[in-house]
């Protein structure tokens, strides 16, 4: 399955997560993650149901934001469970590569100007 998102949307995810103080922290375990379609509303709450050690889930938007403090070796949120909650196939990105992303579009932009 393919998930794909436009540049304006890209640049709204860029523009900060739900976890700020883990942004600087620990980038590679923040993620964002898009589903094909649009997450069911209920996916944060069954997500944060699965959470542990303190992982955090919020879903902004068509957006699902997960905070994995402790890496995502013992943690119950796999793909699988994001896949479920959602309704739909999910990707995920962790806020390094969002931000290297957001760059690259911006990149792009400028030199078709």
Do not use: M
Not at 79 to 98: E, F, K, Q
């Amino acid at each position: 399955e393919v998930v794909a998102r436009t540049a304006t949307q890209w640049r709204a995810y860029a523009s900060g997560s739900p976890f700020p103080d883990a942004e600087g922290e620990r980038p590679n375990l923040v993620l964002l993650g898009l589903s094909k379609r649009p997450p069911a509303r209920e996916a944060a709450l069954e997500l944060r149901a699965r959470a542990t050690a303190g992982e955090r889930v919020e879903l902004r938007g068509d957006a699902i934001w997960v905070d994995l403090p402790r890496g995502s070796g013992t943690s119950k949120l796999t793909p699988a469970a994001l896949d479920r909650a959602a309704g739909s196939a999910v990707t995920t990105r962790n806020w390094r590569t969002v931000q290297k992303l957001a760059e690259l579009l911006s990149r792009v932009a400028a030199s078709t100007r």
